[in-house]
């Protein structure tokens, strides 16, 4: 299939995990992919493994907590392929390890979190929305989180970041829709990333797995499999 036939997308986060798998089904389906990530070394490889596969991908370094570097991006993307039709903005998360319940919590973690997960957002979407509308309309595509759906006993401020990201999908979709931008957000549960790898112990995603409907941790195509609908 090729239902993003002629399409360029800017995917932040998008060299490991669900970002990765984004990038890479979307390249699959016929659209043009602006990967975006902290380590440049590891955006060219991604932009490469898709490049390799019969792609179309870029790869370049993004600091998403600065204005002026996810700006870059988006105007990179532009320059080179022409235009915009998608933004991903996929980069977040937070350090479990300071996020704690709210005594606990480390507040600068919290300002960090914050900006990581919905600054980014708000400026992706700021730096995209005059070429989404140029371009006679597009989509906006964020990631959210369950942890913005309902509390939990740890990480509140990535809850609380997640939170504000899904209202700020619905801000979007309402203020832009008119112009033909479409904004949507996927609120992934546990997925088997590398981040969650390397941040849970073994027991902990055991107890997971333990509390599924189903009995697998889901993998990232899954997400992806949304971002591309």
């Not at 919290?110 to 600054?119: C, E, P, S």
């Not at 989509?139 to 740890?154: C, E």
């Not at 939170?163 to 008119?178: C, E, M, P, S």
């Not at 479409?182 to 088997?192: E, F, L, Q, S, Y």
Request: charged share 15%; hydrophobic share 50%.
């Amino acid at each position: 299939m090729n239902r993003l036939e002629n399409k360029i997308a800017v995917i932040t986060g998008g060299a490991s995990g669900i970002g990765l798998a984004a990038a890479t089904m979307m390249a699959a389906e016929g659209a043009t992919v602006v990967i975006g990530d902290l380590e440049q070394d590891k955006a060219a490889a991604a932009a490469e493994q898709i490049t390799a596969a019969g792609g179309r991908a870029l790869g370049l370094a993004v600091n998403a907590m600065e204005e002026e570097s996810l700006n870059a991006l988006v105007e990179a993307a532009v320059t080179e392929f022409g235009g915009l039709h998608i933004m991903c903005n996929h980069v977040g998360g937070s350090n479990p390890r300071k996020d704690l319940d709210l005594l606990r919590m480390d507040m600068d973690e919290f300002d960090r979190t914050m900006a990581l997960n919905v600054r980014s957002t708000v400026v992706g979407s700021r730096a995209a929305l005059p070429h989404l509308i140029a371009a006679g309309g597009g989509s906006i595509i964020n990631t959210a989180s369950v942890a913005g759906l309902s509390g939990d006993f740890l990480q509140a401020a990535y809850g609380t970041a997640k939170a504000a990201v899904i209202r700020l999908t619905q801000y979007i979709a309402t203020q832009y829709g008119a112009q033909h931008v479409r904004c949507n957000a996927v609120a992934p549960g546990a997925i088997m990333t590398p981040a969650l790898q390397n941040n849970l112990s073994t027991e902990v995603i055991e107890g997971i797995r333990g509390h599924n409907s189903l009995p697998f941790i889901g993998a990232p195509e899954d997400i992806a499999s949304a971002m591309v609908f």
